[in-house]
């Protein structure tokens, strides 16, 4: 495979709606920080060949640590830290920026966040076979999960407006893939002030018209947001390592 994939893992964020004193990417778990699951998952990964991680400074060295006690075939795939921006999506910016003397612009960017622990493999490599087998037809994948509820448009905050078809909604989950040089510009044409509008990483590249397939998501690749998440999480954990 020509193309090369880089991940950025998202760990800039304070976990404020978590209410914990620590970021919840850097919350213990089973003796392990929940970041280092999604470290050690991606860096496993035939597929991918480097790591990007978005930090700010008091968590680097944690992370150095993490990344020292790795395999040297994993710990080689870290290509350094980048600087969190004023939200997430400005965080994803600094990465390719720094990514920049290293990726070409057919390679592919991975994007997800720290605070999904429970990333499997498996999705990993249903995205980038996606890219790969439509031969450049796609610019990006992301998994996405059908909607089970019936669901409705409300226009003015307080009645239904309409019935929207449940068939052609879904909701996105991470990791998000992009070609690295569209997505990139992409990102460039928002700054300085529209890029801190952005909530979703595929915002950008839907806006500049790019090509986006979907893959069947993994609803146990779910977010770490709340008490009740983390608490989940903690007891998945705990019955694997029994």
């Known amino acids: 495979m020509g193309m090369k994939v880089y991940a950025i893992i998202l760990a800039g964020g304070i976990g404020a709606r978590l209410g914990t004193a620590v970021p919840k990417q850097y919350l213990r778990v089973n003796g392990k920080m929940i970041i280092e699951y999604c470290m050690d998952i991606i860096a496993s990964h035939e597929m991918i060949d480097g790591i990007q991680l978005v930090v700010s400074d008091e968590w680097k060295r944690d992370l150095e640590r993490i990344i020292e006690s790795f395999p040297s075939d994993k710990k080689n795939k870290f290509t350094g830290f980048s600087i969190p921006g ?11 920026q720094d990514l ?42 992301m998994p996405v999960l059908p909607m089970k509820d019936t669901v409705y448009l409300c226009e003015n905050g307080e009645s239904v407006s309409s019935l929207l078809n449940r068939e052609q909604i879904f909701a996105g989950q991470a990791p998000e893939f992009f070609r690295y040089g569209k997505y990139f510009e992409a990102n460039k044409a928002l700054l300085q002030n529209e890029i801190l509008k952005i909530n979703g990483s595929t915002e950008p590249a839907i806006m500049a018209g790019m090509n986006i397939a979907m893959v069947a998501g993994d609803e146990g690749n779910f977010k770490i947001t709340t008490a009740v998440d983390l608490e989940r999480f903690r007891e998945i954990i705990e019955r694997s390592e029994k």
């Open 86 to 96: 004023e939200n997430r999506q400005l965080s994803i910016y600094h990465a390719l």
């Open 100 to 141: 920049s003397n290293i990726a070409d612009a057919d390679d592919c960017i991975m994007i997800h966040d720290a605070a999904r622990p429970l990333l499997q493999a498996e999705q990993i490599s249903a995205c980038v076979n996606k890219l790969v087998e439509q031969d450049g037809r796609y610019d990006g994948v």
